[in-house]
């Protein structure tokens, strides 16, 4: 799964999952690699078994956090403008909840207090996992 959003600067943000892994690139608006961003414009997280990339917000300070989920778990993964994972963030720039098996994370969402939201389901219901700024699970 893979989905692109463009940044206020006009940068295309795209973020991508494999069976075990989220990616996220950043491009100039003419497609070329924004060198500046992770390692010639890309960035890997391994975040578990299932992994399924979900959304991209930006945080006022310019601070991307991407969602996902896992076999079991909500993920939220923060980077630094710079494509750098944010490590004072959750744990090592990764915060994840347990939402039980089957789960899916379908969309993140920036609170007014700075809270993240990832929303989704899992095998009996519709899930809404709320985490604070600095990456806790609330």
């Known amino acids: 799964m893979s989905m692109q959003v463009a940044q206020p600067d006009g940068k295309i943000v795209t973020v991508a999952s494999t069976d075990t892994e989220i990616t996220v690139a950043r491009q100039h608006p003419d497609g070329s690699p924004d060198t500046y961003f992770g390692v010639d414009g890309t960035i890997t997280t391994v975040i578990g078994d299932g992994a399924r990339a979900a959304g991209i917000a930006w945080q006022p300070d310019g601070r991307l956090v991407a969602a996902a989920s896992t076999d079991t778990e909500f993920a939220i993964i923060r980077y630094n403008i710079d494509?750098?994972?944010?490590?004072?963030?959750?744990?090592?720039?990764?915060?994840?909840?347990?939402?039980?098996?089957?789960?899916?994370?379908?969309?993140?969402?920036?609170e007014p207090d700075g809270s993240l939201l990832v929303t989704g389901m899992n095998t009996v219901s519709e899930v809404v996992a709320r985490f604070s700024d600095s990456g806790q699970p609330r």
């Open 83 to 110: 494509g750098s994972r944010d490590r004072g963030f959750g744990s090592e720039g990764v915060a994840r909840k347990s939402v039980g098996k089957g789960c899916v994370a379908t969309d993140i969402e920036i």
